[in-house]
């Protein structure tokens, strides 16, 4: 199973992105799909996530400016990127917990976008 990201780069501030990460492999199906962020000096930490039925969960800095969508038919998570401030700037990590043919459910993650917000 492989985790392919894209869409991170150099943005102004207030100026938006857009992330995709599309899942390949031997997928049965997938539960959680979402997006991480580490900043220099910081630690990982949980930007979005959704589940398979739907359901949402956003960090508290980014409500009201980020949102986080999946075509399950593609198996594929976005990540609508709006109003980016400069703290938004970090290496953007797409993770999923995914289901496989053999029965086994493992979490894999993306190989990070970068993404630049300059003030």
């Known amino acids: 199973v492989q985790l392919q990201a894209s869409g991170g780069g150099l943005v102004q501030a207030g100026g938006s992105l857009r992330l995709s990460c599309a899942a390949s492999g031997s997928i049965f199906s997938i539960n959680h799909m979402g997006w991480y962020r580490q900043a220099p000096g910081k630690q990982r930490e949980l930007v979005a996530d959704?589940?398979?039925?739907?359901?949402?969960n956003y960090a508290d800095s980014v409500k009201g400016r980020f949102t986080i969508s999946r075509d399950n038919t593609k198996n594929t998570v976005y990540l609508q990127m709006n109003s980016l401030k400069p703290e938004d700037t970090a290496v953007y990590y797409c993770?999923?917990?995914?289901?496989?043919?053999?029965?086994?459910?493992?979490?894999?993650w993306g190989q990070g976008t970068l993404v630049t917000v300059s003030s």
């Open positions: 993770a999923a917990q995914i289901i496989t043919y053999s029965g086994y459910t493992v979490d894999y």
């Open positions: 959704q589940t398979s039925g739907g359901s949402t």
